[in-house]
């Protein structure tokens, strides 16, 4: 069974930085992007970044352009999130995402990870 499996997250300070990881593990599976989204309560998740797996095309909300990086490691099945100049309204649960081959939209999902910035 695939599982996507996350760490990293915790507590930082603003303007503090955090890294994720998500690491694929079980069947392999061939995907075209993995993606990063968070969610806080009551409110609906939202996409944060993404990266093509072929060409490594990176994607941005505008809300984290020019302060997250989003970047993966082939070898080890690994999407990263590198969190710089953080924001106390980057507080949220991030979760890890996969879009498999074959599916319309990302269809795996990892566990969630708690990011609280502290003002």
């Known amino acids: 069974q695939v599982q996507l499996l996350e760490s990293g997250g915790g507590l930082a300070q603003a303007g503090g930085s955090l890294r994720l990881s998500c690491t694929v593990s079980?069947?392999?599976?061939?995907?075209?992007?993995m993606g990063w989204f968070r969610q806080t309560p009551g409110n609906e998740r939202e996409f944060v970044a993404s990266?093509?797996?072929?060409?490594?095309?990176?994607y941005y909300a505008d809300s984290v352009k020019g302060r997250f990086t989003i970047s993966r490691d082939k070898t080890r099945k690994t999407a990263f999130l590198q969190m710089n100049s953080l924001k106390p309204e980057d507080t949220a649960v991030y979760y890890c995402a996969a879009h498999q081959v074959g599916a319309n939209d990302y269809n795996r999902w990892g566990q969630g990870t708690q990011v609280t910035v502290s003002s």
């Open positions: 990266i093509r797996y072929s060409t490594g095309d990176t």
């Open positions: 079980g069947r392999t599976f061939s995907y075209y992007a």
